[in-house]
């Protein structure tokens, strides 16, 4: 299964290319965090402040703007295969923002995850981020990763955040 952080890196290649690729290792490299695509392991712990920092270096080197932000986060959700059969396929939606909380303890390093309302006959559910301090950007990264997710587990056409 392919982890978000290498979902992310497959983005930033399609989108900006090899080089550009390169680029962003060089400058995570220059900023203390090297960081090679072909060597991220899926098993491996990576602090959540690498992924602050990759989104921001991401945004300044290219130009992006907070809307290729969201799609960049929204990818890393459709392309986890097992993650998209398991939500959509195999668990309730209940059972799924259940889990949610545990998929988030393993693997985040900071702030706690609470599904405050579910209502699965109206089909919403509202989830809070507590004890999360981070920079502003990642409020963009979680957007694009949770709608992209709510789409699998809630059978609606309309699913907004």
């Not at 695509?37 to 703007?65: A, C, H, Q, R």
């Amino acid at each position: 299964m392919i982890t978000k952080k290498e979902a992310d890196l497959r983005y930033v290649r399609y989108r900006e290319g090899e080089m550009g690729l390169k680029k962003l290792e060089e400058k995570l490299k220059e900023l203390g965090w090297p960081l090679k695509f072909e060597e991220i392991e899926s098993t491996e712990w990576y602090p959540m402040g690498l992924d602050v920092l990759k989104t921001l270096v991401v945004k300044d080197l290219f130009n992006w703007t907070e809307k290729d932000i969201f799609e960049m986060e929204a990818y890393s959700a459709r392309v986890s295969f097992l993650a998209k059969m398991f939500l959509r396929y195999f668990v309730s939606p209940q059972k799924a923002f259940q889990e949610s909380l545990k998929y988030w303890r393993k693997n985040y390093d900071v702030g706690e995850l609470e599904v405050y309302k579910f209502n699965e006959k109206e089909k919403y559910a509202i989830f809070r981020l507590k004890n999360l301090k981070l920079h502003s950007i990642n409020c963009i990264n979680f957007a694009g990763y949770f709608l992209q997710a709510a789409k699998y587990i809630i059978k609606s056409k309309e699913i907004t955040i």
